[in-house]
């Protein structure tokens, strides 16, 4: 497949990009600083905001990495409600790197992780406008996208197990209670999704196991 990973220069783009190169698919990094990344393959080299709906549709999946920098964390509305008014219509699918903050830690989805009481202050500009993003696309219909959320710790130096569980909207555990992944492993089960859609316009979440 065709594959585009905005934010390819970033810890988990790389990864994501990595492994779409590893079993054959043609991958194109959508990146602002070529100059940056760690990869040989090509590159689209521009803004995600000033992308337009022609530099996309060449592609079967575009996998949206991007992180909103400090202070600017409204971006991550913005970015993602970009990529959809681009896509609209089109057969390209949306693959979203998504944040632990919107799940729910209840079986009855009345509390989100960002709004338990042990949430950290420092985390919630990026969380609470990364749920809101999530929220405004569970709205739409006329795009082909899937959300996914890693667990609570996501850990950017933690092996590749090649393992992990699936949920959807609730935190999920591992085996010894505690809710991580690790950036490797998110990108393999980035990776799979894009290879065998289970979640068409819904999120969903993993967790080591």
Not at 9 to 20: R, S, V
Request: proline share 4%; with cysteine; glycine share 6%.
């Amino acid at each position: 497949m065709k594959i585009g990973v905005i934010g390819a220069t970033g810890k988990e783009g790389t990864l994501i990009a990595q492994e779409a190169v590893q079993r054959g698919h043609q991958v194109t990094a959508i990146v602002r600083h070529p100059e940056k990344l760690q990869l040989k393959i090509p590159v689209i080299a521009k803004d995600l905001f000033a992308l337009i709906t022609s530099d996309l549709t060449d592609f079967d999946v575009i996998v949206d990495a991007f992180n909103a920098p400090a202070g600017q964390e409204e971006q991550h509305q913005t970015s993602l409600q970009h990529l959809v008014d681009i896509l609209h219509g089109t057969p390209v699918r949306l693959l979203v790197v998504g944040g632990a903050g919107s799940l729910f830690v209840d079986d009855a989805q009345t509390m989100r992780l960002y709004e338990t009481p042990d949430f950290k202050d420092a985390w919630k500009p990026t969380s609470v406008n990364m749920g809101k993003a999530l929220i405004n696309l569970q709205k739409v219909t006329d795009v082909q996208w899937t959300y996914l959320s890693p667990a609570a710790a996501f850990l950017a130096d933690a092996p590749r197990t090649g393992s992990y569980q699936v949920g959807q909207e609730r935190l999920l555990t591992n085996a010894a209670g505690k809710s991580e992944i690790s950036y490797a492993d998110f990108a393999l089960a980035m990776v799979d999704e894009i290879e065998k859609p289970q979640h068409i316009q819904q999120r969903f979440t993993v967790c080591s196991r």
